[in-house]
């Protein structure tokens, strides 16, 4: 919600969040691309045979040797596809949640309580989910393809969707849909958290407005809280997407019983450290992102 709107409980404008959500995914993107690249890659390691070490130790020494082997430009592979579909996700995001919270405001002095925004949150993750899973099921293939034994296997964004499309159709780019409905299922309590924190700082200011610092660590403890409970999910449809094709064929409830048979419930939560190292910064340039697009589109 905008500054404006928490002040005066001005209805939410879905064709303005929709190009304020485009523009704060792709801060996002920009900002937390190199530590998603290190989190599928622990995610999607394989397990050591008895006796050897994993293949990364952990976040410090995963990032040592992307940089060794990959250079700079490793922590960036499989860009592309989020940049070009986070638009479109980010834009859908924002644009059901003000859609959502319209069905609840009769006028513009209708404020919304906390569960209405829960829901609202909720519909905008189901959605944006969907719109997802084909620029995460590349950008995952991209971030885990070796690149020191042989020819690369797919060569950037729109050759790995050519040959997911020639490979399984539209179902192989829509692989590991389940998983991330599941994975999004918690935007409620983002969107709660970051309205909650808004509108506290809100209270608290003597002039009534929000700082830009206000936005930025309302956002970034609103993507802590979000990723805190999409970790398990987020594994497991790490895990499904980077799979070959055949490997888990009940989909995530195959990827979850193995992950349980071979390593236990502490991997459910493999790769969090990276996850939560990403979460502040790229949550909060979302919301700052978004907070300045609204406040162009209002000049």
Known sequence: MTEVEIATGKKSNPVKSFIAGGVGGMCNVLVGHPLDTIKVRLQTMPTPL???????KGVVDCAARIFRQE???GFYRGISAPLVGV???YAVDF???AAGKRLFQTDDHIRLTYPQTFVAGAMAGV????VTVPTDRIKVLLQTQPVSSGPLLYNGTLDTAVKLYRQGGIRSLFKGTCACILRDSPTGFYFVTYEFLQEMARKKS?????STTSTILSGGTAGIVFWTLAVPFDVLKSRLQSAPEGTYKHGIR?????LMATEGPRA???GILPILLRAFPSTAAVFFGVELTNDLLKA
């Open 268 to 270: 459910l939560f493999r």
């Open 95 to 97: 644009a059901v949640y």
């Open 87 to 89: 638009t479109p996700i």
């Open 71 to 73: 250079g700079l430009r």
């Open 50 to 56: 008895p006796g050897q070490p994993p293949r990364y």
């Open 206 to 210: 003597k002039s009534g407005k929000i």
């Open 254 to 258: 195959s990827v979850f019983r193995d």
């Open 127 to 130: 959605c944006s989910a969907l």
